[in-house]
């Protein structure tokens, strides 16, 4: 069994402040870890994916997570905020023969500040 | 490539009543999937697809039904809806049902129940 805890449903920073997003996750086999944006009114957009080749993980737009296997965490970080950073994120979990299912967290709406 | 595209956008149906969401994707991919969306809970996976010919029951699969009769289109079908079900679905594809692959998401269908 799969599990995703996202410590924070909302998140609040300045513009050009540093945005992390905290994940852990729960797996029974070596997992595969992603964080998908979702953008109001639109659907799930890829950030970035650990495949388990390399810890450090760049996504798009600037953000980055890094796999830390002893602390079974995914933090999504960015080093300076954006307005338009201003979405939904979720951390998500598969692996072993999940067959694709994905196993999301509840999500951390994140709101920029000018 | 229009990627995944789903319909309706915006639903509402009456308690009892029948409807098929629409879902296709012209990416040639063999995986889909439906998951459904509530406030809090992030994404729950409903059914899934690994091909034509092939469906499996997710998460929450009660009170959905589904089938896969071409590589392209994966409906999902409320046979009697219930206010429980008023949620924002989501259709995803990827290329095979391999853990580590990104899934592609579309649009989302906002469905109320009363």
């Known amino acids: 069994a799969q599990s995703v805890t996202q410590l924070g449903s909302h998140v609040s920073v300045s513009e050009g402040a540093l945005v992390l997003l905290r994940c852990n996750y729960s797996?029974?086999?070596?997992?595969?870890l992603f964080w998908y944006v979702q953008y109001p009114n639109q659907g799930l957009q890829l950030l970035l994916k650990?495949?388990?080749?390399?810890?450090l993980v760049k996504g798009i737009n600037g953000f980055e997570a890094e796999f830390k296997k002893s602390e079974t965490s995914f933090h999504l970080t960015k080093p300076s905020a954006h307005m338009s950073d201003a979405a939904e994120y979720f951390c998500?979990?598969?692996?072993?023969?999940?067959?694709?299912?994905?196993?999301f967290g509840q999500g951390t709406i994140l709101t920029v500040h000018p | 490539n229009a990627g995944v595209t789903q319909t309706p956008k915006f639903q509402v149906l009456k308690t009892g009543q029948s409807m098929t969401l629409q879902c296709a994707q012209d990416?040639?991919?063999?995986?889909m999937s439906w998951y459904r969306q509530d406030p809090g809970m992030g994404l729950r996976l409903i059914h899934y697809?690994?091909?034509?010919?092939?469906?499996d029951q997710g998460e929450v699969p009660n009170g959905y039904n589904v089938s896969r009769s071409t590589t392209e289109d994966f409906p999902l079908r409320l046979l009697s809806a219930a206010p429980s079900q008023t949620s924002v679905y989501f259709c995803?594809?990827?290329?095979?049902?391999?853990?580590?692959?990104?899934?592609?998401f579309g649009p989302g269908t906002r469905l109320t129940v009363l």
């Open positions: 650990y495949t388990s080749a390399a810890t």
């Open positions: 990416m040639n991919h063999e995986y």
């Open positions: 797996s029974s086999v070596p997992p595969y």
């Open positions: 998500a979990v598969s692996g072993g023969t999940s067959y694709g299912k994905l196993t």
């Open positions: 697809s690994v091909g034509a010919g092939i469906t």
């Open positions: 995803a594809s990827s290329t095979s049902g391999s853990s580590y692959n990104e899934q592609f």
